[in-house]
C-alpha cells in the first residue's frame, strides 16, 4: 500500500513545482515508508511514497511507460490489484511486454490497451492517477468499494489530489476551511459519498473515476449495485459464498512480504483467519500469523452488557488452536490508552475529529505493535454490512425507520463506550440549530434512498432489507473502511479486506433476506459457507463488536482532559461548547455518561487547533 499525491495545472509550468510537491508528498510517508519519488512534466507533478509489498525491487513510483524515448503515460498508484498475474498474461498475448513483476505496471498497460474501460477488469483495492502527457489528461480511479481513499481539489486550471486531505491541504493554494454543511457531515454519523468536510475539497466516490482536461473534470462511475433476480436455491447459495471465499482469500494472500490476519474471535475472522490457514497451508507457506487485540485484566473483569456478551479472547484462543495458528495477543494497558499523544496521532491519521474514541485508540496501538512483526494483515472487515450481522438488521423498530438504521439505533453512543448520552451534548445549542443535525441526516437519507436499486414488483420486508442492505453498503461500511484504512496506514500497515471483493458483494446483496437468515441468525450464509473451519464455539458465538475498555480510569483522564480545555480561554473549541453542559459532565458524580461526547469535543479542539481549521458557520 501507499500514499498518493499530485498537481495538475494547465496555466503553469510545474517543472519548477518541486518544492511543492515535497511538501504534498511528505505528508504521505507515513503511508509509504520504504520509499518516495516526485516526476515533474510540463502541466502534471506526480508524488508518491511506498510500502513495497509486491516486486520489491521493480515497483518503485512514480511508474512510467517509454517508448522511443517518449512517455506514453506516467501513474503515481496505491493499492494492490489481486487479478494482475491474469490480466498481465492477456496483455502479454496482445504484444505488451513488462519490465517488472508489479502490478503497477500491469495498470499502466491495462489503460494503454482497453482505455478507460480497463476499470471494469480490475479486481483489487486501489486508488491512482494516470496522467497522459500526448493527451495532456489525467485519469483518477478508486476502487469499487471504496477501500483505499482518494480526495481532490478543483482548482481554475487543474485539479489537486492525494491520498488524503493532509496531502491536499499542505499545498499553498488550499486552506482548512470548513463551513456548517462541513461540521454538520462531521457530526452527522451519514458518510456522504463524495463529501470530504473541507470547502472545496472532495472525496472521489467508489467506483468513480474523474477525468481532468484543460476544459474541466467530469466524474463517471463504472461500478454500482445492481438489483438482480437471484435463482439459486439455500445449498448452492452456501456453496457458491465458499468458492467464492476460497478464490478471494487466496488471491489476497499473495505478498512478499510477511504476513498476518486479525483475529478477533468472531465469525468473521474467524472465518478469514481460518481461510488463510487452508490456503497457506496447502501452498506450504504456513502456519498462518494471528493477532488479536486486548485490555490488561479486561477478561478476567469482563462486564456483559446487551452489545457485548462476550469478551473476545478465549474465542480467539480457541479459533487459534484450531487452525495452529502462531497467534498472539497485544495486551495494552490503561495507562498506554489514556496517552494524549496517542489520541492526537489518531486524530492526525483521520484529518477530522471522526471517530470511535478509544476503539480507534486501541486500534492505532494494535496496528503499531503488528507492524513491528508484519506488513499486511487481512481482515474480516464488511462481513456485518453483507451478510446482515449487525443488531438492528433483525431489531424491527430499526429497520423501519425514517431514517439511517444505525442512526435509529444510537450506534455511535453504544460503539464508543459506555455511555448512552448524545454525542452533542456538550456542544453549544445554538449551534446546533444552526446546522439541524436532524435536516442534514435526513436530506442524506433519502438521498441514500433515491440510489436504491430494485426488481420488478419488490416490495414489503424483502424491498426494505434491499435498501437496508444498500444503505450499509454505500455508506455505512465507509466509515469502517476509512477508519481501517487510515488507522493502519498511520504506521504503514497494509490491511485487506477480503469481504469486499466486488463478486461477492454483488452476489450476496441480491440474496434474499429470507436466505440471508435461513437459520433464524444473523449471517446465516457465512456461518455455513465456513462451519466446517470453524470450532463450534466460534461458530455460534453471538456478535461483540470490536472491545472498548471497561476501565473506569479512562473517563476520569478525559473528564481532566476536558477540565484543562474548559480553563483554556484561547481553545478554539471554546466558542462551540454549551458551558452548562460541560460543568455538569465535569461533576465528579456524573459517571462516564458523556464519554463519547467528551471524546468529541476533545478531537475538536485538537483538529482546530493542529490543522488551524477555519470554521465558516
Not at 44 to 70: C, F, N, T, W, Y
Request: aromatic share 8%.
Amino acid at each position: 500500500m501507499c500514499g498518493i499525491t499530485g498537481w495538475i495545472s494547465y496555466d503553469q509550468d510545474l517543472t519548477t513545482a518541486r518544492g511543492t510537491l515535497e511538501a504534498m508528498t511528505r505528508t504521505m510517508a507515513c503511508r509509504g515508508p520504504d520509499a518516495g519519488g516526485i516526476w515533474l512534466d510540463t502541466h502534471a507533478a506526480l508524488g508518491h511514497r511506498r510500502l513495497a509489498v509486491i516486486d520489491i525491487e521493480g515497483g518503485k513510483q512514480p511508474m512510467l511507460v517509454e517508448h522511443d524515448g517518449r512517455t506514453l503515460l506516467a501513474t503515481t498508484y496505491s493499492g494492490e490489484v489481486y487479478n494482475y498475474r491474469e490480466l498481465r498474461a492477456e496483455l502479454q498475448a496482445h504484444g505488451h511486454a513488462f519490465r517488472t513483476d508489479s502490478d503497477t505496471e500491469v495498470v499502466l498497460h491495462a489503460y494503454l490497451e482497453w482505455g478507460e474501460s480497463f476499470t471494469e477488469r480490475l479486481n483489487g483495492m486501489y486508488a491512482f492517477a494516470l496522467w497522459d502527457p500526448r493527451a495532456e489528461e489525467l485519469l483518477l480511479v478508486r476502487d469499487r468499494m471504496g477501500i483505499k481513499p482518494l480526495y481532490y481539489f478543483p482548482t481554475a486550471d487543474g485539479v489537486i489530489f492525494g491520498s488524503e486531505p493532509k496531502a491536499v491541504l499542505a499545498h499553498p493554494a488550499v486552506r482548512p476551511a470548513v463551513d456548517a454543511e462541513g461540521l454538520a457531515e462531521i457530526l452527522a454519523f451519514t458518510k456522504t459519498p463524495g463529501h470530504a468536510v473541507y470547502k472545496g475539497m472532495y472525496e472521489l466516490r467508489p467506483g468513480h473515476t474523474a477525468r481532468v482536461r484543460r476544459e474541466g473534470l467530469t466524474v463517471r462511475r463504472y461500478w454500482g449495485l445492481e438489483a438482480r433476480e437471484h435463482t439459486d436455491d439455500v445449498p448452492t447459495t452456501v456453496r457458491h459464498v465458499r468458492d467464492l471465499l476460497d478464490d478471494i482469500v487466496a488471491r489476497q494472500l499473495v505478498a512478499d512480504v510477511p504476513l498476518c490476519t486479525l483475529l478477533s474471535g468472531g465469525l468473521d475472522s474467524s472465518a478469514i483467519t481460518a481461510l488463510a490457514a487452508k490456503g497457506l497451508g496447502e501452498a506450504g507457506r504456513g502456519p498462518v500469523r494471528s493477532f488479536s487485540v486486548d485490555f490488561a485484566g479486561y477478561t478476567e473483569n469482563f462486564k456483559a452488557d446487551d452489545l457485548r456478551p462476550t469478551p473476545d479472547g478465549p474465542y480467539a484462543h480457541a479459533l487459534a488452536e484450531h487452525v495452529a495458528s502462531d497467534h498472539t495477543d497485544i495486551v495494552l494497558d490503561t495507562a498506554t490508552l489514556m496517552e494524549r499523544d496517542h489520541r492526537d496521532a489518531v486524530l492526525t491519521s483521520r484529518d477530522l475529529p471522526i471517530g470511535f474514541g478509544d476503539g480507534d485508540t486501541s486500534l492505532y496501538l494494535l496496528f503499531k505493535a503488528i507492524r513491528e512483526q508484519s506488513t499486511v494483515a487481512l481482515s474480516g472487515e464488511s462481513a456485518d454490512e453483507i451478510f446482515g450481522g449487525y443488531r438492528w438488521f433483525h431489531d424491527p423498530e430499526a429497520v423501519h425507520a425514517d431514517t439511517f438504521p444505525w442512526i435509529a439505533a444510537g450506534t455511535f453512543d453504544r460503539f464508543s463506550g459506555e455511555g448512552s448520552g448524545s454525542r452533542t451534548a456538550l456542544l453549544d445549542q445554538g449551534v446546533l440549530r444552526k446546522l439541524d443535525l436532524p435536516g442534514y441526516q435526513d436530506a442524506r437519507y433519502r438521498e441514500a434512498l433515491a440510489e436504491v436499486p430494485a426488481l420488478p414488483g419488490e416490495s414489503g420486508l424483502e424491498r426494505r432489507m434491499r435498501e437496508v442492505s444498500h444503505l450499509h453498503l454505500t455508506r455505512f461500511v465507509q466509515l469502517l473502511l476509512d477508519r481501517k484504512d487510515r488507522v493502519s496506514m498511520a504506521v504503514g500497515l497494509e490491511v485487506r479486506v477480503p469481504f469486499c471483493d466486488h463478486r461477492l458483494v454483488e452476489y450476496v446483496f441480491n440474496t434474499p433476506w429470507a436466505m440471508k437468515t435461513f437459520d433464524g441468525r444473523e449471517k446465516s450464509l457465512l456461518r455455513a459457507a465456513t462451519r466446517d473451519l470453524l470450532p463450534a464455539s466460534v461458530a455460534d458465538r453471538v456478535k461483540s463488536p470490536y472491545p472498548s475498555t471497561q476501565d473506569p480510569r479512562y473517563a476520569e483522564v478525559l473528564r481532566a482532559e476536558l477540565r484543562r480545555v474548559v480553563a483554556d480561554k484561547d481553545a478554539p473549541v471554546q466558542p462551540l461548547l454549551d458551558r452548562a453542559a460541560v460543568a455538569g459532565s465535569l461533576d465528579e458524580d456524573a459517571g462516564d455518561s458523556f464519554r463519547s461526547t467528551t471524546e468529541l469535543v476533545l478531537g475538536l479542539n485538537t483538529w482546530l487547533s493542529a490543522y488551524g481549521t477555519a470554521l465558516e458557520l
